[in-house]
Structure formats: C-alpha cells, structure tokens
C-alpha cells in the first residue's frame, strides 16, 4: 500500500491534479467522466483532484487492501470486530431479501424478524390508541432516552422524516446535564408520556440517571402502579433492563453484532418507527438494503459507497486535508452533521491498526457540518478563503415537501450549486481587480483591495443530488456513509468497530464524582483539577 500512496503522490504533482479548475477547462466530458449514480442518487465528484490515473491508482489501492475480501466477511457474519470478538452485521437488521445470516453457524435472521414484528405491533398499539398510560388516555408524547448510538440515530432520522410523522410527537434526552429532561419533562403530562429507554448495554451513567428522573417524574405524578405503563425499553443487556422494572412486553432486545452506532436499524429506530408508522419504517430499511447489495456488487467505478471511501481516502492520506464538511442542503438534515460525526468520528478515530501498531499517515479526519444556507453566513468564509483545505459534500433534492414554497426550494438548490461551483473555480487577483475598476473604483484602491477578494478555487467537493428526502432515500443514504467509513477503515488497516477511546474518560468520571460531592478528597489529582474541583465547590450554591 505504501508504495501505492507514494504513486499517487507522484500522479497528482505531475498532473497537477490539485488544480480543479483547469482539469475542467481542459476536458468538457468531466462531469460524465466523474460522476456515477445508483437509481436517483447522483455523486457529482468532478469536483475533486481526480483523474484517470488517481482512480486506477485507488481501485488498486482497495485491491491491494483488502477492501472486498473485508466487505464479504462483513457481510457474512465473520466477526471483524476482533478486539470484541464480535460479527458486525447492522446489514442484517435490514436484510429484506431474508437470506440467511450466520453468526457462529446460527441464522440471525428469524430473530431480528421477531424482533421487527414485536416493535410493528408495539407501534401500532401506540399509534392507535390502543395501549393506553395508566389512566387510560392514550399516549400523545414519546421520549427516547439514551445517548450516542442510542439517541443520534433517531433523533436525526425523526427529523429528516418530519413529513412522514403521523404519531405521538417525538422528544430525545441525551445529556446527563439535568436541564435536557427537566426542559422536556415541561413541556409533558405525565399520564400521556411514554419513556423508551434505549442503552445497548443499559448500563450508561447518562441514560441510567436520566431514566431514574423519568421514573420518578411518573411515580411522583401517577404512583408506583403506573410506571410499566409508561415505559419501554431497546437494551442487548435483557437481565438489567429486567432489573430496571419493565415488563417484558415492553422489551426489545438487540445483538452484541450491532454497533451503538450502527443501531439506528435495529429496535433502537423504535421512537421513529413510532413516529412514522412501521410500514414507513420497512422503506427506510428497504433504502438500507438496496444499497447494501449495491456496496456489495457494483464494480469499483459505479459503487457508490466504495468511490465515496476511496475519494476519502484520498483526502486524508494522500492529500493530507484534516476534515471534512458535511454540507446538507435541506434542514431537516440538521442533525445528520452530528449523526455522520460518530459514525465516522468514533469508528475511525484510531491510532493503531489491526496488527497492533501505529497508523502510517492519518486516520479518519473531523466530521463537522452544518445545513446550507445557514452555514453559509457562518462558516462557509473559512471553507472558501482560510488556510486549510476542506472537502465539502454537499446534498440536495430535486423536490421538497413544500409544493406552494417551489420558490424557495429553487433558491436552495441555487444555492447549493453556486457553492461548489465558487469552491472549484475561485476568482483570480485580475478577476478580483476588473470587479472593483468596473465599478469605478480607482486603479490604486483596486490594487489594495482585491488581494482580499481573491479566492484561490480548487477546492474539492462532492455532491449527491437525489429526488426527495423519503424514508427510501433517507436510509439508502445513511448505509451509503456506513459503508463509506467502512471502506476507509480498512484503507486505514484499522479496526473501525469498536471504541475503546471513550473508556479513559468515562472511567476518571466514575473516580471524580465521589470527589465532586465533596466525599473524597481531591489530593492525587493534577494540580489543574485540583484547582478546578476547588474553585467549583468554592461557588457551589
Ligand atoms: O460512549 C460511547 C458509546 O459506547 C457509544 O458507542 C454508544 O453509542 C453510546 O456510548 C451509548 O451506549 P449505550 O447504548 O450502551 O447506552
């Protein structure tokens, strides 16, 4: 793979590949040659540092790594997560062809048909009135409580799916912070509020905490008796949640084989299954499917996850840029940012690669982003101008949900076209000049400022345009970014399935509360948290 690296180095120097703007002006078939589709979703990467001989050099570069023989055992059942010792099979969650899936010589199959069954008519009892809070009204108000995997992936999804939501309305509490559940517990009526505790291993100190406020919120307002019926819970960990109090009607169970981050598939989806209905659910997961078979067969050229990944690739280790922006032009992707951060952020956020020694180059890059427009008036400035180059990957429909808004959908689109096209053309210090001579501003001024006004071009971006943001779509898109950090995760010979770096922290804070309550003393902590626990118990009220 080294040497494969320094060739493609050695490509991009001598075509002068990082000049975008020429290799447009040089080949008018660029676009043709540089984007693919799979049904209405369009990737538009002609606007990256690519060309013939890059690509050939990164299909090779997937060869050499191992990149199919890893997606095979994936999707197989082997249990790539080997530092867990686990299979990583969120494929199967939405395996709608119902092929066999063998974990450890068993199909998994039938269960998580069971399971889907179990959440479709737990669903549709809320839905509809039939399962009723303890004094007999039905339930208005669904709250997930839980964190990361648990929450990111329905909160985003129930908000990019707004036009879909015909249920109770959907509320998330995520932070340990007091003020997320005492600000949504405001806004509820206790005898029509049901809670869904979501913890994959039910043992997560947010979740945990938060769940025992809501707990006492139903107890103190309705008695002990009402608690099993304003509560559920999604847990791999059955005994604890058990524990806990539910009833086991209430339980929706998931498998160690399914990352916190990959669980959006799973019972996890439960508060949006909720919220759109389960038939809307089975499209979302229809979307899933279609581009895992896609991922799984396409050739290099057309597979969308796989260019996605190698073009990734590319950017950090080749060209070495430090993040990458995800740049949605729909706001009802405002979370999926945040969603796409630990997806990528906490799957390929290593140091050490699967032989146990130090990553060559980079791993994953930042993941930060924001919908457009409104980043735009943000931050956008830094992407066009500053000193760090940012691959940008923008998305947009073709239609909205807003038939009488047409016009602004039209702008938004506008919009979005105009930023990747500023990105790779730029404008020259003569471009920049001729503006301000035009408008009468003197020679010498115009030499002063336009220095100012010149932006450099040739800054990458991918963008995917599809028909409309529906449940098809939106989990066809999610799978596409799964599989994308998964293709850069065996680039990187990491493994991308486990998270051992959110331990250390969650360990110390365990050790520190008992110091923050004032129990413990403080003495054999660094000086700097000394001084900092000694300054917050100095103004604790
Ligand atoms: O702290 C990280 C993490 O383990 C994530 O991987 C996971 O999604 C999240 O915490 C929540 O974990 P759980 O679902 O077990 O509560």
């Known amino acids: 793979m080294r040497a494969i690296i320094q060739d493609l180095k050695s490509a991009v120097a001598r075509a002068n590949a990082t000049n975008i703007r020429a290799a447009f002006a040089a080949d008018p078939d660029r676009f043709e040659r540089f984007s693919a589709s799979f049904g209405d979703l369009l990737m538009d990467y002609s606007k990256t540092a690519v060309n013939e001989e890059i690509l050939l050099l990164l299909e090779r570069l997937a060869e050499v790594g191992g990149v199919a023989k890893k997606r095979e055992e994936m999707f197989s059942g082997v249990p790539i997560n080997f530092t867990e010792g686990r299979a990583v099979l969120h494929t199967a969650l939405r395996n709608r062809s119902n092929t066999p899936v063998l974990v450890e010589g068993k199909d998994v199959m039938p269960d998580v048909n069971a399971v889907l069954a179990a959440m479709g008519a737990f669903a549709d009892g809320i839905r509809s009135g039939a399962l009723k809070g303890a004094t007999g009204k039905p339930i208005t108000d669904v709250v997930n409580i839980g964190i990361g995997g648990s929450d990111l992936g329905p909160v985003m999804a129930a908000l990019a799916l707004a036009p879909y939501h015909d249920g109770p309305r959907a509320h998330f509490v995520s932070n340990v912070d007091g003020a997320h559940i005492a600000d949504t517990l405001k806004l509820l009526d206790a005898e029509t509020t049901l809670f869904i505790v979501a913890s994959k291993t039910f043992t997560t100190i947010e979740t945990m905490t938060n769940a025992a406020s809501a707990r006492a919120f139903i107890a103190d307002k309705l008695g002990e008796a009402a608690v099993k019926h304003h509560f559920a819970a999604v847990s791999t960990a059955l005994d604890k949640v058990a524990a806990f109090g539910i009833e086991s009607g209430r339980i929706f169970g998931f498998w160690d084989w399914v990352g916190g981050r990959y669980s959006i598939w799973s019972a996890i989806g439960l508060p949006l299954m909720i919220a759109i209905g389960p038939d809307n ?156 001579t035009s408008k009468s501003m003197d020679e010498a001024k115009a030499d002063f400022i336009a220095p100012h006004r010149v932006f450099t071009g040739n800054r990458p971006s991918i963008t995917f345009v599809y028909d409309k943001l529906t449940p098809f779509a939106l989990g066809r898109l999610i799978a596409l970014y799964e599989h994308r950090v998964f293709v850069e995760g065996v680039l990187f010979r990491i493994n991308s399935f486990d998270q051992w770096g959110v331990e250390l922290g969650k360990e110390l804070a365990t050790g520190l509360l008992p110091v923050v309550q004032g129990k413990e003393s403080v003495a054999g902590h660094d000086s700097s948290t000394q001084g900092l626990v000694t300054a917050l118990a100095g103004l604790k009220a």
């Open 281 to 436: 659910f089975g499209k979302f997961l229809d979307g899933a499917h279609a581009m895992d078979k896609h991922f799984r067969t396409a050739p290099a050229r057309q597979n969308l996850p796989m260019l996605l990944g190698l073009i990734g690739y590319y950017h950090r280790n080749v060209l070495g840029y430090p993040s990458r922006a995800i740049l949605p032009y729909d706001q009802r992707l405002l979370r999926f940012p945040a969603y796409l951060q630990q997806l990528d952020m906490e799957s390929n956020g290593k140091g050490v690669t699967i032989d146990g020694t130090p990553v060559e180059g980079n791993s994953g890059p930042v993941v930060w982003g924001e919908p457009g427009t409104n980043g735009q008036h943000a931050f956008y400035q830094l992407i066009h101008q500053g000193t760090s180059i940012i691959p940008a990957e923008f998305m947009i429909a073709a239609n909205g949900f807003e038939p009488h808004l047409r016009h602004q959908h039209e702008l938004l689109i506008a919009n979005c076209l105009a930023q990747s096209e500023a990105l790779m053309k730029g404008r020259t210090l003569d471009e920049a000049k001729e503006q301000l």
